[in-house]
């Protein structure tokens, strides 16, 4: 297409003296990293220059992000970036004081973005570096971190694509789709990884959180968390082709300690590779409101997985674990194969006041890793005599996530 509008071009002088410009032609605004300094005016410039009906391209070269951004009320905008985008470390007080929320948890973000008819193409190039290992020391093994920031977060997006990015060493999560619908993400490749005494806790791949209509497909992530994370109120969810290394592989949760019910519906886990995991196919609740409803974990090659397939309804504390009413119902456990860690392949306590309803379980080989019969052990499942596997013995409530060894 050709553009006979006048070229708007946006100078500003980087720290080095170096001449950069946001250059709009048209519907275009095309950005030129500084080469040291601050990129984030010239990315804001751009967005504020293109945010309606526009083409906004990052050409090659490091961008320097030192500032929070948040565009969210882009419409009909591709954006394609070619570069390599550094979040600064120097400046850790700065993004603890000046990251936005993102309601959940008390969480926050280094970067919202939203509106309608996103495209957001990496092109393969793209290379998001976090400086991740100065917030995993700087975290020292912590919980969720107020201001420690999730690095993309899709907020408010209807109809946004995110493809081909690359993340390296991502401060906290590394995305994180809220308030959200009909989002697509292809082919990204993320990992996250402690070489200090610390871990890399929560350093998930993606969480998904009162959105529904998403799409996830071939990507590649090894992180200190939950690989693909199903949080509350998500609907709708389509997940195939994953390899989770480290991670916690495929889960649904946490849910069930918000205000009102917590409800996920309709997810499809397809053709995942666990390597290492946590756990592989799993489903994490408090012991809350609403419901878990009609998931499918299908076609998982699991190896040295902790403890694959494990159902609780008081994650993380282990207290009133029989007191929860959010049922787990018409969950497909199909074709899951491989080696757990030790010789448990599956602990599953239900709530005994909401009991787990239409469990189903087909072509399930799970080996202990030394190549022995793993245990499936199971507590308060209604179907429990058909539901095709075996239960070995009971599961008590507070049955841990991961085990330290044979039980
Ligand atoms: C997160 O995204 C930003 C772009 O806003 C990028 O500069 C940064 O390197 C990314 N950090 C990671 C991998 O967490
Ligand atoms: C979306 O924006 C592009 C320019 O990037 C424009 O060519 C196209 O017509 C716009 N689509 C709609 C539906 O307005
Ligand atoms: C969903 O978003 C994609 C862009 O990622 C778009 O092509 C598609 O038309 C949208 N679907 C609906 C039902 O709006
Ligand atoms: C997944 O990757 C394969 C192989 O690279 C590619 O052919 C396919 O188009 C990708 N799928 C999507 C949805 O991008
Ligand atoms: C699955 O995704 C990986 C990238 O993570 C890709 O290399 C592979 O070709 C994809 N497989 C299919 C069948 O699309
Ligand atoms: C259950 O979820 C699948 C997606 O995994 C969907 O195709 C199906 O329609 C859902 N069933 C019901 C009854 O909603
Ligand atoms: C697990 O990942 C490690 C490290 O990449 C690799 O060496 C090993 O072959 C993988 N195992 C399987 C069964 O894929
Ligand atoms: C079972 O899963 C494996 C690995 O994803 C796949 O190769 C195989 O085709 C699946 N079997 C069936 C019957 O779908």
Redesign the pocket.
């Known amino acids: 297409m050709k553009f006979l509008g006048i070229a708007i071009i946006t100078t500003i002088i980087g720290a080095g003296g170096a001449l950069a410009e946001v250059v709009k032609d048209g519907s275009v605004c095309t950005v030129t990293p500084l080469g040291s300094g601050d990129d984030t005016p010239q990315i804001k410039k751009a967005f504020q220059q293109c945010q309606t009906d526009s083409q906004i391209i990052f050409q090659e070269g490091t961008y320097n992000i030192r500032q929070v951004m948040e565009f969210t009320n882009l419409k009909n905008v591709s954006i394609d970036i070619y570069g390599k985008w550094v979040w600064s470390a120097d400046n850790l007080q700065y993004w603890i004081g000046n990251t936005l929320p993102v309601t959940y948890a008390g969480l926050h973000t280094g970067w919202k973005l939203g509106g309608t008819d996103i495209a957001l193409r990496g092109h393969g190039k793209a290379l998001f570096d976090g400086n991740g290992q100065v917030w995993i020391d700087e975290n020292k093994d912590g919980s969720n971190r107020k201001g420690r920031p999730i690095n993309l977060t899709i907020w408010k997006g209807t109809n946004v694509l995110v493809d081909g990015i690359t993340w390296r060493q991502a401060q906290f999560w590394h995305t994180f789709v809220a308030y959200s619908k009909n989002v697509t993400m292809t082919n990204l490749d993320m990992a996250t990884w402690s070489t200090s005494r610390w871990s890399s806790v929560n350093t998930d791949g993606v969480d998904t959180w009162n959105s529904e209509d998403v799409t996830i497909r071939n990507w590649t992530v090894k992180c200190g968390d939950d690989c693909i994370s199903v949080k509350a109120n998500s609907k709708n969810i389509d997940v195939r082709n994953v390899t989770c290394?480290e991670s916690g592989c495929a889960v649904i949760g946490s849910l069930g300690n918000g205000n009102g019910a917590d409800t996920v519906d309709n997810v499809l886990f397809q053709d995942f590779?666990c390597?290492?995991s946590s756990n592989a196919a799993w489903i994490k609740t408090y012991p809350g409101q609403g419901h878990v409803r009609n998931v499918t974990f299908r076609n998982f090659v699991i190896?040295d997985v902790n403890q694959p397939i494990y159902v609780s309804p008081c994650i993380y504390s282990g207290q009133n674990c029989d007191g929860s009413r959010l049922p787990i119902e018409d969950i497909t456990w199909s074709n899951i194969t491989g080696t757990a860690r030790y010789n448990v392949a599956a602990g599953m306590h239900c709530s005994s006041a909401a009991p787990c309803k239409n469990f189903k379980f087909e072509n399930i080989d799970i080996k202990t890793k030394a190549g022995g019969a793993a245990k499936v052990l199971c507590s308060n499942i209604k179907n429990q005599a058909d539901m095709g596997l075996k239960c070995t013995g009971t599961c008590p409530g507070n049955w841990p996530q991961e085990l330290d060894g044979n039980r």
């Open positions: 290394y590779r390597n290492h190896s």
